[in-house]
């Protein structure tokens, strides 16, 4: 369906899998020595490199039902999808009605333990990701080859990502690096500030020398500068130490010097043509014949879709899994009913399913209860297309309007080399894109900021931290539906900012500890 871009979605049939849950012990991607290779494959170290971005959008290289990881659902084990079920589900704006085991505690928010699968899932899946860059960067110092600075530094970031997503969820680790890689003794245990530390070095390390510009999905300058400014952003909460100028530094680089812009056509950025999107920074690729997975957009598509209340070919859908709904807390922000919503001339407001759903979310397990968010489809922002079992919409992971949000954000904080007057502006390009309306200096608060955050980015694997940074997400001075297991909403303790280490990483590597409360 897509055209002029690298399919990174590659599969490479040197890879090996294995399971993950012990961190050192990943079978590695390169059988061969890199100079065997380029002399059978000139191609191959791109190829290669190709794997490693899979490895954030497929579960496997096999199709579908293959797994990196051991997972007894191959969906589950997928990155996009783990990032959506600890980000937004845990969150304020969107629930899921399955009750699989361990699926109820995350969307409760509630009764979360060491045991639950999903944060093994988690772990394994980013502990799959760093040993595979780590054999990768050492076979590549054997030999020359073309662009090589070029496909270091990529590399380097893909393994950075995986740490910091460590970071965020679960708050410590251990420290695998190429310059360990293979060694027999069980590392010890990383801090969260020795884990930002060496994120933070890498990442400086490599953005003078990667490339500006790059095939669509692969990653550049500007990529590893949102990157910095999301570590920074959320320093204090990883460090104790805020950094907020230091974000404004890389945010001002992103919307400055990138040469992205907001798309004119909001509903593009969450269809099937999204690889056209001048606002996107950067994506996860997803197809829907060459590199199926139930675990990339297909879950968000899909998910949100049920052939009881909905016609799902309107979304270019063969199926409707019947599992995830907005709350209130989400489609609230534009309205007080289905008829506000309706009224809003915010498009943001459209893009819930109504007919047949109760406003209110008396029950996260019925499936009427709420409204599924109609934000991704896999039709073309034309509304054509023929409906597939898989999405081929890519998922806009760094976008343009997150920026700008982090600007203002970073403005009201007061950081360096911000103006409340570009805040303003920025602010009022995001909403005046969807048609809302613009706001004043005197309504551009911190507040508006995490409610705009939420319009703007739910259900893009944000709402989480967000929280967590603004201080919302424990604690009782905020409450959503079902937080803490209750219908509206209780007290959560402030060990929930983390997640329980899983009980297989604590067996596999006894160096480590697990989080408080766990």
Known sequence: MKKNRILILLCVILLGINSC???????????????????????AVEGLVSRLYASFALTGPSGPASSDIVSPDAGEGAFLRAIINLQDFTADGMKNRWGDDGLDQLTTTSNWDRNNKFFRLFYDRAYFTIPQ???????????????????????RFLRALAYYNIIDVFGKGVLATDENFGQSELLPESSRQELFDYVESELLAIEPVIRTTSNY??????????????????????????????????VNKVINEGGYSLDDNFIRLFSADNDASPEIIFP???ESLTSQSFGNTTYLVNGNLSADTMPLSQFGAAQGWTGHRATEAWYGLFGNSAAELE?????????????????????????????????????????????VDFSATDFPFYRLADAYLIYAELA?????????????????????????DPIGMGELTLDLIIDERGRELNLEGHRRSDLIRFNMFTGGSYLWPWKGGSPNGTAISDDYKLFP??????????????????
């Open 501 to 518: 280490i899983p009980v297989t990483a604590i067996q596999s590597n006894p160096n480590l500890t697990q989080n408080p409360g766990f």
């Open 217 to 250: 999905g692969r990653a550049n300058r500007y990529v590893v500068d949102m990157l910095l400014t999301k570590l920074y952003l959320n320093a204090e909460v990883y460090t104790g130490t805020p950094r907020w100028d230091d974000a404004a530094i890389y």
């Open 343 to 387: 009224a809003s001339n915010d498009m943001r407001a459209s893009l819930f399913w109504t007919d047949g759903h109760n406003y209110t979310m008396t029950d996260y397990r019925t499936w009427t209860d709420g409204f599924p968010s109609i934000k991704f489809r896999n039709t073309f922002s034309d509304g054509s297309g023929n409906p």
């Open 412 to 436: 009201l904080r007061g950081a360096a080399n911000t103006t409340m007057a570009d805040a303003l502006s920025y602010v009022n390009q995001v909403r005046t894109r969807s048609f809302a």
């Open 133 to 155: 860059c780590n054999n990768f960067l050492q076979v590549l110092q054997t030999a020359d080859f073309p662009d090589e600075e070029n496909i270091v530094a990529e590399t």
């Open 284 to 286: 996860l690729i997803a």
């Open 21 to 43: 849950s012990d961190d050192l012990e990943t079978a590695p991607i390169v059988e061969l020595s890199l100079e065997e290779l380029l002399a059978s494959d000139p191609n």
